[in-house]
Nanobody, 123 residues
Framework: QVQLVESGGGLVQPGGSLRLSCAAS????????MGWYRQAPGKQRELVAA???????NYADSVKGRFTISRDNAKNTVYLEMNSLKPEDTAVYYC?????????????????WGQGTQVTISS
């Protein structure tokens, strides 16, 4: 089994900052891309940022210049540093990882999701 556990969400005033973390654990042989998605009420889940195992990143246009994704491969952890937060950033943030499990190496990698963490930007 593979688990992703997010932490770091909360309530912040506009203009503030938050740092999200997501740690992967369990039967992991290798982790390829990792990313953060978010889903606001009444909206579809959208990609916020993603990072490859080699460190290449991509961002949604709405967060470029404000959010930074990074990862610690030794800790199987991905981070999302969020600055200059806006009310429209309010959403549940989900971690996603493309994992090759030890018990299914021949089957290939698959995506796993965390349980989500609430981020609320409000004064």
């Amino acid at each position: 089994q593979v688990q992703l556990v997010e932490s770091g969400g909360g309530l912040v005033q506009p203009g503030g900052s938050l740092r999200l973390s997501c740690a992967a654990s369990g039967s992991i042989f290798s982790i390829y891309a990792m990313g953060w998605y978010r889903q606001a009420p009444g909206k579809q889940r959208e990609l916020v940022a993603a990072i490859t195992s080699g460190g290449s990143t991509n961002y949604a246009d709405s967060v470029k210049g404000r959010f930074t994704i990074s990862r610690d491969n030794a800790k199987n952890t991905v981070y999302l540093e969020m600055n200059s937060l806006k009310p429209e950033d309010t959403a549940v943030y989900y971690c996603n990882a493309d994992v090759l499990p030890i018990h299914a190496i021949l089957s290939g990698s698959r995506g796993y999701w965390g349980q989500g963490t609430q981020v609320t930007i409000s004064s």
